[in-house]
């Protein structure tokens, strides 16, 4: 596609519910990322990948969280037990070359809200 | 623990203003620092920098790097309604990590 696709948009969900957020790349675009925007924060990194392989997933805040990637294309981040301090914004971002952040482009975010 | 401090965190200013963004840093393995502008969701590239001193321009925006002070300051003159949005500013990381440190983010409102 033209741009990165996020789905859902917007994501309501009850307390310890288990959620999946889709991230459609650019297509050939080889490096994935996942953030996390808070309320009042800034961006905060969740995982790399490069291809399918994902060499750094330091971000991911606790084993409730965990991220997948198929084919060199879609990623999922999924949420088990959802918290409410897991409302946030999840932005996808991905680029054609690795490691060069003025490549990325981003995705318009998934809004999750934890009831 | 890596950091990145922007400041003011909000801003007003009417339309024709010139406005300064600042983004101070302290980072253990510096490699380039970057400036987004995020209106809705979706954060758009503005700059990139890695030498001090090196001014970059793109219309009534600009933006330049001091690595010796550790800061950035991102410029808009003449600023228009269509600036209203937050500016993000990030560090890229050297080392083989892949991520940006972001700062909190400036809200800047340009009123008509």
């Known amino acids: 596609g033209a741009g990165v696709s996020q789905s859902p948009s917007n994501k309501v969900t009850e307390k310890g519910k288990d959620v999946e957020l889709r991230c459609d790349p650019i297509?050939?675009?080889?490096?994935l990322y996942w953030y996390r925007q808070s309320l009042g924060q800034g961006l905060e990194f969740l995982i790399y990948?490069?291809?399918?392989?994902?060499?750094?997933k330091s971000g991911l805040p606790s084993d409730r969280f965990s991220a997948e990637r198929t084919g060199g294309s879609v990623s999922t981040l999924t949420i088990q037990r959802t918290q409410q301090e897991d409302s946030a914004v999840y932005l996808c971002?991905?680029?054609?070359?690795?490691?060069?952040?003025?490549?990325?482009?981003f995705g318009s975010g998934t809004r999750l809200t934890v009831v | 623990e890596d950091k990145v401090v922007q400041s003011p965190l909000s801003l007003v200013v009417h339309e024709g203003d010139t406005v300064t963004l600042n983004c101070s840093y302290e980072?253990?393995?510096?490699?380039?620092l970057l400036w987004y502008k995020q209106e809705k969701k979706a954060p758009t590239f503005l700059f990139m920098l890695?030498?001090?001193?090196i001014e970059k321009k793109s219309g009534r925006l600009s933006s330049i790097l001091d690595k010796k002070e550790l800061f950035s300051i991102l410029n808009i003159t003449a600023t228009q309604t269509g600036d209203s949005a937050v500016y993000l500013c990030?560090?890229?990381?050297?080392?083989?990590?892949?991520?940006?440190?972001f700062g909190k983010g400036m809200k800047l409102t340009v009123n008509p």
């Open positions: 971002a991905s680029s054609l070359v690795r490691a060069r952040p003025d490549g990325y482009t």
């Open positions: 297509s050939g675009h080889t490096a």
């Open positions: 990948f490069q291809g399918n392989s994902a060499p750094d």
């Open positions: 980072v253990t393995n510096f490699r380039s």
């Open positions: 890695t030498s001090s001193g």
């Open positions: 990030a560090v890229e990381l050297q080392g083989g990590s892949e991520k940006l440190v």
